[in-house]
Nanobody, 114 residues
Framework: QVQLVESGGGLVQAGGSLRLSCATSGSIFSIYTMGWFRQAPGKQRELVATITSGGTTIYKDSVKGRFTISRDNAKNTVYLQMNSLKPEDTAVYYC????????WGKGTLVTVSS
């Protein structure tokens, strides 16, 4: 039901940082658990991080200590701060409610060079 527009991806060197944004629509955004997902070439989409309506976060083991998910309910926006990026982080990144609905946005491409 929510509209999802991801932005902030780009090309960075290993060790660099990016901040992804996910702009959403919906009058009850603040009650949803939100997540960031990614899909690397030739691989299935995977869950990277989640944040509940109360701000509790969970991360995939491989990104712990490097990525931070946050939300600004006043702006209906979810963020993913990505630090110490590695080539294996290269993927198209998507946001969605958790569990995800059938609708996905276009995603934003993150490419990390070695």
């Amino acid at each position: 039901q929510v509209q999802l527009v991801e932005s902030g991806g780009g090309l960075v060197q290993a060790g660099g940082s990016l901040r992804l944004s996910c702009a959403t629509s919906g009058s009850i955004f603040s009650i949803y658990t939100m997540g960031w997902f990614r899909q690397a070439p030739g691989k299935q989409r995977e869950l990277v991080a989640t944040i509940t309506s109360g701000g509790t976060t969970i991360y995939k083991d491989s990104v712990k200590g490097r990525f931070t998910i946050s939300r600004d309910n006043a702006k209906n926006t979810v963020y993913l701060q990505m630090n110490s990026l590695k080539p294996e982080d290269t993927a198209v990144y998507y946001c969605n409610v958790v569990p995800p609905g059938l609708y996905w946005g276009k995603g934003t491409l993150v490419t990390v060079s070695s």
